[in-house]
């Protein structure tokens, strides 16, 4: 039997390791990277015992700018061929932008939009000339709109919808496909690094799971979509926000993160 293998980045907790087992379980071979070695390997254990011996960690930083080469690297010395590239690795961080470190800001530019353009420019190379391959991009719904006290993230997921949709286009004709998805809030260990607080309580429990977010992914990768909501109030929000003019949303969102 061949397995198609997809390579997943930010696979050591939310979104990312839910991913990891939604594609185990779909019967694919398993590239996983993040920084938390310790993690990945538990991960790989858990899952390579249930679904068999193919998973293949690869511990980085992404926020250093030679991590995505040294990632192509390895992969091509393994001579895997990447079927499906999920682009998930990716933080924020919640405060005024004058007081933000600077430092912060670089790193979540580096690994939010900087490591996935580059990712996605080596591996998309690839699937043109297999003419075969998919490439999905985790956003977010505040791409959609300029976000205060988080600016920069809100910006980077701007660029991820951007680039993804324009991608979309061009690779169309090649067989190659790109999806991204805008999720709302997700159950996993974001708002811990992005507000610095204990997600036990930060979590409401009307959250979607990150298990849900990973199987409306694969689901979005089957029907080849290119914008994924995630949930149906996402696509209220987006109605909502059509309109209205731009002056009175970025008012909007300054004055629900309660500045
Ligand atoms: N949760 C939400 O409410 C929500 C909503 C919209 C969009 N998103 C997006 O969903 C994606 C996944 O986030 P999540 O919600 O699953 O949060 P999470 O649980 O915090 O997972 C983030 C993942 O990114 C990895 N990562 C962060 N910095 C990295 C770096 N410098 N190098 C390599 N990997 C790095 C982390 O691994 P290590 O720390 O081990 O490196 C972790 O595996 C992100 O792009 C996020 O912006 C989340």
């Known amino acids: 039997m061949i397995h198609k293998t997809v390579l997943i980045t930010g696979a050591s907790s939310g979104i990312g390791e839910a991913l990891a087992w939604k594609y185990a379980e ?16 538990i991960l790989k254990q858990d899952i390579e015992k249930k679904y068999g011996g193919h998973v293949f960690n690869i511990s980085c930083d992404l926020s250093l700018p030679d991590s995505v080469h040294n990632i192509y690297n390895i992969v091509k010395k393994e001579n895997i ?23 912060t800001m670089t790193k979540m530019i580096q690994v939010n939009t900087m490591a996935l353009m580059q990712l996605t420019h080596y591996f998309a190379a690839d699937m043109v000339k297999r003419q075969s391959g998919h490439i999905i991009n985790v956003g977010s719904i505040v791409g959609f709109v300029p976000g205060p006290f988080m600016a920069m993230y809100y910006a980077t997921k701007a660029f991820v919808l951007s680039f993804s949709e324009a991608l979309s286009q061009e690779l169309a004709s090649k067989n190659v496909c790109v999806t991204v998805f805008c999720p709302g809030p997700v159950a996993s260990e974001f708002k811990q690094v992005a507000y610095g607080v204990d997600q036990k309580h930060a979590m409401h429990n009307t959250i979607p799971s990150s298990a849900k977010a990973a199987d409306t992914i694969f689901y979005a990768m089957q029907k080849k979509q290119v914008i994924n909501l995630f949930t149906f109030s996402n696509h209220i929000i987006l109605l909502v926000l059509r309109f209205l003019p731009r002056a009175v949303i970025r008012r909007l969102w300054r004055i629900a993160r309660k500045k």
């Open 26 to 41: 779909e019967g694919y071979r398993l590239i996983l990277i993040a920084r938390r070695e310790e993690r990945l390997v």
């Open 81 to 103: 061929a990447v079927d499906v590239l999920i682009n998930n690795a990716g933080f924020g961080h919640y405060g005024a932008f004058c007081e933000s470190s600077v430092e």
